[in-house]
């Protein structure tokens, strides 16, 4: 029997012996414990950090009503262009959120551009006003309307409409001629100027259009395409590049005064009653009429593709709706172009 520190190491002492030690050295630690607590000392627990809070996406720019463009709705202006080979290039037509293309004297057309969004520094060449364009317009609501002369038999037509006549035959300020441009294809505007001889016209209201940066479903791919009227017509290019469709007009580039060539993300080809009223101009040739209020069919064309559609306008006040095998179709966002074609008139799509 070996003997250790005065204890047997194989007795049962020297087990009980080993098991006081431990319970001794708990106790110790424990009392440093508690005394750490009454001394005030503080006693570190985890600390779990607090998440970083995502941030908040960045709210979207709205988009325009008329356009889709990104940016703000302003006051309607409507101008009046002229568009035959003379006046090329335009000036402002580019900015333009709407362009409606139509028939007027001897087969010729003229354009109608709606500004909103966007008002260039000058516009023209302004040309006449038609009856037609007061029911196109009536749609927007109390417009301002630039143009330049008109049959005496409208003037009546005019001063009764819902909308704010900027002539430049009764003095509407805002006018000039260009010296280098001949007449009547040299007057130009300044859309600033001309708004403040109509401070209440209407802001862009919703007339029916609905825009979406994605293609909807059921297009046919197309390259071009082509309207005519008896002594014009409008070829529009699909060009990727540029996301739109280019206008030639009567065989040459519409080009502007600003550089881009003429043309629209959007263009509708809305078939219309197009016929001659009572109205003649001073040559004796007949004015034509051209109904926008009623229903029919028409295309629209985006994204370089084409799609079969429905327009439906219940009256002059209502604006168009534009349908889709019974749905509403989506513009993709950007300049709109509606050419509006005699019913009896087929277009070149290909």
């Known amino acids: 029997m070996k003997i250790s520190g005065g204890f047997l190491r194989d007795s049962p002492f020297a087990t009980t012996r080993i098991a006081l030690v431990g319970l001794c050295l708990t106790l110790a630690l424990s009392a440093s414990v508690l005394a750490a607590c009454s001394s005030g000392a503080e006693v570190a627990t985890p600390v779990t950090p607090s998440p970083t809070p995502a941030a908040s996406p960045k709210p979207e720019p709205p988009t325009t009503l008329l356009s889709g463009r990104r940016g703000k709705d302003g006051q309607v202006l409507a101008v009046k262009f002229d568009n035959t080979v003379n006046s090329h290039p335009h000036a402002g037509l580019i900015a333009a959120d709407v362009v409606y293309l139509e028939e007027v004297e001897y087969g010729l057309t003229r354009f109608m551009g709606i500004f909103s969004s966007k008002y260039p520094k000058v516009v023209g060449p302004v040309r006449s006003a038609r009856e037609s364009d007061l029911e196109i317009l009536e749609q927007y609501g109390k417009v301002a309307f630039a143009f330049s002369g008109v049959n005496p038999k409208i003037l009546p037509a005019i001063a009764g409409a819902p909308l704010y006549p900027l002539s430049n035959d009764a003095g509407a300020s805002g006018y000039s001629r260009n010296p280098d441009r001949t007449a009547p294809w040299d007057l130009f505007a300044n859309p600033d100027e001309l708004l403040k001889g109509a401070s209440k016209a209407v802001d862009a209201k919703d007339v029916g259009f609905t825009f979406d940066d994605a293609t909807p479903d059921g297009g046919k791919k197309v390259k071009e395409f082509t309207a005519f009227w008896p002594s014009a017509q409008a070829r529009f290019v699909w060009s990727q590049k540029e996301g739109r469709w280019l206008l030639w007009m ?3 580039a519409a080009m502007t005064t600003e550089g881009p060539q003429l043309g629209g993300t959007t263009v509708i080809i809305q078939r219309v009653d197009v016929y001659a009223s009572d109205l003649v101009d001073t040559n004796g040739a007949a004015t034509p009429t051209t109904d ?10 985006r994204d370089g593709q084409v799609w079969p559609i429905n327009w439906s306008r219940p009256s002059a006040k209502d604006g168009t709706t534009w349908t889709y095998k019974g749905e509403k179709i989506p513009l993709d966002p950007g ?5 509006l074609l005699d019913q009896d008139r087929k277009p070149q799509i290909r």
């Open 292 to 301: 926008t209020v009623g229903k029919g069919d028409a295309w629209m064309l």
């Open 250 to 252: 009567d065989g040459d």
């Open 335 to 339: 300049q709109v172009w509606i050419l």
